[in-house]
Structures are given as C-alpha cells and as structure tokens.
C-alpha cells in the first residue's frame, strides 16, 4: 500500500509560494511522495523537491465557485492513502503517524476559535476542516465524492 500528498494548487501566485512554504515544513518530517494537480506546471519546475511529481489540473469545467474545482479534482487520488493538504497546512510534527488500516477517512472538525480566544475553552464545531484529511482510496471514498 502506498501513501503520499496531494496539494491542489491554482490561482493566485500566493497559493503558490504558500505551497512551498508547506512542503519544506512537510520535508522536515516526511520523505512520502508529493503529488501536486495544477494549473502551473512551470512554477514547480527546478524547485528542487524530492520525490515530487507534477499533474496538470483539469480545467475542461467551467465551475461557478472555485471550491468546485477542488472537488472535482479529489475525484482522483494518486496514493493508496492520500493525505490531502491544503497549501497554507504548516507541518509540526509528522503526519505519518496518521497511516492506518482501520479508516477510509480521517479529518478534523472545525474548531470555534472565538470561543476559544474569548474563553480559552475548546469548542468543536459540526462542520469538518477539510483543509487537510488522510483519505484511502476505496470505493466508499469514490461514494463519499
């Protein structure tokens, strides 16, 4: 079973240096493969990331909204277990320890940080982070997109 990264990266040139600044806290921990969907392949050419491949996004769609184009692209995950990561995730500690058998999807709930900054109490909200989630691909993962 194989396991790696996929960032989803177009737009702005902002994502893009955000991007970077993610693999290299990434690299501090992890030597998994790097798969990035986007719609600047030049950008990533001679950056000098290890293990690192390069897909151009499909932008045959016209979407409404830009988180449509996300969407339709985590259709198709590149690993056995994807860790999906947005660009602005910075890396504390490795995400490794995430791997396991017993999940088809592990993701974090949203927490309510005004409660947290006014109370310095954790409050949990029901929506989900979906900035960054550890997905296996499987046929209940394609059900779930």
Not at 31 to 37: G, V
Not at 44 to 58: A, E, G, H, T
Not at 116 to 136: D, E, M, P, T, W
């Amino acid at each position: 079973m194989n396991a790696g990264f996929l960032y989803i990266v177009y737009g702005d040139s902002f994502f893009f240096e955000e991007c970077l600044r993610s693999i290299k806290s990434l690299r501090g921990f992890s030597k998994l493969p790097i798969h990035i969907k986007t719609d600047n392949l030049e950008f990533f050419k001679n950056k000098n990331i290890k293990n690192l491949s390069v897909q151009p996004l499909n932008t045959d769609y016209n979407f409404k909204y830009r988180t449509h184009q996300k969407l339709s692209s985590l259709k198709d995950i590149p690993f056995d277990i994807t860790f999906f990561t947005d660009t602005d995730t910075f890396f504390l500690n490795n995400p490794e320890i995430l791997i396991s058998s017993d999940f088809d999807l592990q993701i974090c709930r949203e927490m309510c940080w005004r409660t947290y900054r006014q109370k310095n109490v954790i409050k949990l909200k029901k929506s989900f982070n979906s900035g960054f989630f550890v997905a296996k691909k499987n046929i209940r993962y394609q059900h779930l997109i």
